[in-house]
């Protein structure tokens, strides 16, 4: 290979100075969501008031509803995939390799592991929310509709969706909410006969 074949490089072999930018601002945007993760109330707050004025923005607009039924879309699947298992259980009926969830009271403790993370999910979330947002800055994108009709058909969605995966928990019996392993406490005064 040639010197400047790769991508990036300059006719010199070094870094071009648009490569060195990019990667510069990937390292700061990185810095900033790693700085981000053990603050998740902080995080979802600032994410539901972006959603606000972005609701907000489309309200006063009169506009841009196929954007925002888009965006409503996109953040179902989105909780749908946080909402899942990691390994889907139907899937692993069949076989008997790899982890399963527990199905009975006295199997061992298994965390649920999501399909998609709290922290990427709440990454998507916002990066939805932003694109939205820009979205609502050009007119090629305010396609008219009448919105009652994607309102109708959101709410029908979203509840066949959430009625599937409410089933699908109940028939493989996990909860997508565990706080850790129970523990048990033992007698109180188990330890009082050595005291005296």
């Known amino acids: 290979m040639s010197e400047g074949d790769s991508i990036g490089d300059s006719v010199h072999g ?4 648009v490569y060195r930018f990019f990667t510069r601002l990937g390292q700061i945007y990185q810095s900033w969501l790693d700085k981000s993760t053990p603050y998740t109330a902080v995080r979802w707050v600032v994410t539901l008031g972006l959603s606000f004025v972005y609701m907000i923005r489309v309200y006063l607009l009169q506009g841009w509803y196929i954007v925002t039924y888009a965006l409503g879309i996109y953040h179902l699947n989105l ?7 990691k390994v889907d259980p139907s899937l692993m009926e069949d076989s008997d390799d790899g982890p399963s969830l527990p199905t009975k009271q006295n199997e061992e403790f298994r965390p649920f592991i999501r399909r998609l993370p709290e922290f990427k999910f709440w990454h998507a979330a ?3 929310i932003l694109v ?3 979205c609502t800055f050009f007119e090629a994108f305010n396609v008219p509709v009448f ?6 058909y959101f709410i029908m969605l979203f509840c066949i969706t959430m009625k ?3 089933k699908h928990m109940i028939k493989y019996r996990y909860i997508p909410f565990t706080h850790g392993k129970r523990t048990y406490k033992g007698k109180e005064d188990a330890g009082k006969a050595f005291a005296s």
């Open 14 to 17: 070094k870094p071009s100075v």
């Open 79 to 85: 909780f749908i995939a946080f909402l899942s298992p």
């Open 126 to 128: 916002t990066k939805g």
């Open 132 to 134: 939205a947002m820009v």
């Open 147 to 152: 919105w009652p009709i994607l309102v109708m």
């Open 164 to 166: 599937r995966q409410i």
